[in-house]
């Protein structure tokens, strides 16, 4: 998968609607990027395992680590993540950018405007379905 900044991953996803208007899917997806801290969590998770599999005295700060559902320092309330934004259309066509907070809602504006214009060919009306 390709990441692209945030212009480009606009120009090309209205090139793959508009390539792909005949016939197929195509998956959007948004979602909260916290790559960092859930890698943070699982390896204190995986240390304090292998403590306990190998009988070892686990130290403070291995014990007090937070699991992957607890919050952390800085939780969901009061930090702001990115967001990652990916498109798909079987096997050949995916791509993915990573949308700072500070320009949430500029990209928004401009993929609701990539919506719009290739509306036509995202909607069909049932008349041109079954024919």
Known sequence: MTLLDNEEFLTRLEAGIRAN????????????????????AKKAAKAARAADKSGSDVTMAEADAPTADEPTEGSASTQEYPCLMRAEYGRKFKISTLIHPDDTDKFLERYAGVVKRCADVLFQTTAEGAE
Request: net charge positive.
């Open 21 to 40: 208007k005949d016939s197929g899917t195509m998956f959007v997806t948004m979602k909260r990027y916290s790559w960092d801290e859930r890698r943070k």
